[in-house]
């Protein structure tokens, strides 16, 4: 696990006899402010919906650390993870996360009782947060969802602005690492909200749906209005975007 730690469960000890879960109270931060949170339980057998939110992440290289506050603890955690709850932080509240590689500990027994609950805990949380990281430095021109906008407000491919901005920006996205992850499909299925970060640029998981929706509805759909789409794009991208939607 990425989060190295001393004793940081002995006072959160997860009880064996109801399902239960640990969550971050992730405090407000400003830029400067460092990550600091505390952790607690929280039982997932209750008649009232839990609130905590979960945030879906690649671990990220290993040795790229970073220092977080836990429990009053310095802990290191993976660089990613750090960003994610760097970014995913909120200037004005408290919020309650689940983030597996804090609130589980390395215990092997542990471990598996909380891989077994994983639908569980992704179904009753209040949002998922997936975090696909950060762009290379200088590599985005606008915002990279602008390209997701394009087909939700029902333009054609042929409408497409000359410049290759808009589908380079959206590329980054696309190329994120978290497409390829394990679990990614029940982590968007099961909450009640899931919203997909790239540094601060948010989209619903519901647009990305609808933006693929929209876009499968021109050259193949029944107007057959964009059949020249790979003149537009070049194979490669149209594969990129029809694989990606
Ligand atoms: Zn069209």
């Known amino acids: ?24 109270y992730l405090e407000l931060g400003d830029e400067s402010d ?32 970073k220092r977080a506050i836990i429990n009053e603890q310095y802990i290191q955690i993976t660089k990613n993870l750090y960003d994610a709850l760097y970014h995913i932080r909120s200037k004005i509240k408290t919020m309650v996360i689940w983030a597996d590689a804090i609130c589980s500990d390395s215990d092997v027994d542990e471990k598996s009782r909380q891989v077994a609950m994983m639908a569980e805990i992704y179904r009753q949380c209040s949002k998922v947060h997936i975090w696909l990281g950060l762009p290379e430095p200088g590599s985005l021109i606008g915002d990279p969802f602008e390209f997701l906008d394009h087909f939700v407000r029902g333009k054609h ?83 990129t975007i029809n694989g990606w939607l």
């Open 157 to 239: 491919f042929y409408d497409f602005p000359a410049c290759d901005n808009i589908l380079n920006d959206f590329l980054q996205v696309v190329k994120s690492p978290w497409w390829t992850r394990a679990w990614t499909v029940q982590e968007c299925l099961l909450p009640k909200e899931t919203v997909v970060m790239f540094r601060t640029w948010t989209v619903t998981w519901d647009y990305i749906l609808r933006a693929g929706h929209m876009k499968n509805s021109h050259g193949d759909g029944p107007t057959k209005c964009c059949v020249e789409a790979n003149t537009v794009f070049n194979p490669h991208q149209l594969d």
């Open 34 to 65: 460092e990550i600091r949170a505390h952790l607690q339980l929280l039982s997932l057998d209750t008649d009232l919906p839990p609130q905590y939110e979960c945030v879906s992440y690649v671990w990220g290289d290993p040795s790229f650390t």
């Open 1 to 24: 696990m990425a989060a190295q730690s001393n004793g940081l469960y002995a006072e959160c000890i997860l009880p064996l006899d109801e399902k239960a879960i640990r969550v971050l």
